[in-house]
């Protein structure tokens, strides 16, 4: 069975610093890999995704996010943070053929000034 | 064009009612999904369909739940009776899928307050 897991349940950042969410998956074979943001009182929306081809993903708002195989992850960066990333932000993974997606728990970001 | 709709996007019951939540799904998406989100959980799938056939309901909590999809743009989830455990934010979600996982589009949700 597919799982996801999400080892930050909160992440502070600072407004302009970096940012990278981690994001490890369980699956027997190439997965397809999603990152969706989730402001407060609203639905999820995609970031980014990865079915296959290059490794580095580049999405909405900035966000990028690396496949690497080796160490199952899938993890989100951006470079400068800015307030409005505030958010949840959740990882998922799908396989070919099966449109069911396994979400992770959630990465609640939090931005300073 | 216009997203996933759902409604109510709020609804406050008491325990024992019946809870009707509807999803219009995106136009000429033919699969639709039906998730929960509550702290203790997260997000969890309850049911999905397939061209308005029901392909996976294996989230289901129990027979108190059911969900229907009569048509390409309509679905229901229903909740009868409903208990104070129930109480969560659903979503809808609906895709644009040929054998592949497509994106999912999800809607504002129904947050159901069961007292």
């Known amino acids: 069975a597919q799982s996801v897991t999400q080892p930050d349940i909160h992440i502070t950042v600072s407004e302009g610093a970096s940012l990278e969410l981690r994001c490890n998956y369980s699956?027997?074979?190439?997965?397809?890999l999603f990152w969706y943001v989730q402001s407060p009182g609203q639905g999820l929306q995609l970031l980014l995704k990865y079915f296959s081809g290059d490794t580095l993903v580049q999405g909405i708002k900035g966000f990028e996010a690396e496949f690497k195989r080796s160490q199952s992850s899938f993890n989100l960066r951006k470079p400068s943070v800015h307030w409005s990333d505030a958010a949840e932000y959740f990882c998922?993974?799908?396989?070919?053929?099966?449109?069911?997606?396994?979400f992770g728990t959630g990465t609640r970001l939090t931005i300073i000034p | 064009d216009a997203g996933v709709i759902q409604s109510p996007r709020h609804e406050v019951t008491e325990m024992g009612q019946e809870v009707t939540l509807r999803c219009k799904p995106i136009?000429?998406?033919?699969?639709l999904f039906w998730y929960r989100q509550t702290m203790m959980r997260g997000l969890e799938l309850l049911i999905y369909?397939?061209?308005?056939?029901?392909?996976?309901d294996s989230g289901m909590p129990e027979d108190r739940f059911s969900a229907k999809m009569p048509n390409a743009s309509f679905s229901t989830l229903k909740i009868q009776p409903s208990e104070p455990r129930d109480s969560a934010v659903y979503f809808c979600?609906?895709?644009?899928?040929?054998?592949?996982?497509?994106?999912?589009?999800f809607g504002e949700g129904s947050r159901l307050t069961v007292l």
């Open positions: 369909f397939n061209n308005n056939v029901p392909i996976d």
């Open positions: 699956y027997g074979a190439t997965p397809y």
């Open positions: 998922a993974v799908g396989r070919f053929g099966n449109e069911k997606l396994t």
């Open positions: 136009s000429g998406h033919n699969s």
């Open positions: 979600a609906s895709s644009r899928t040929s054998g592949g996982t497509g994106e999912l589009f």
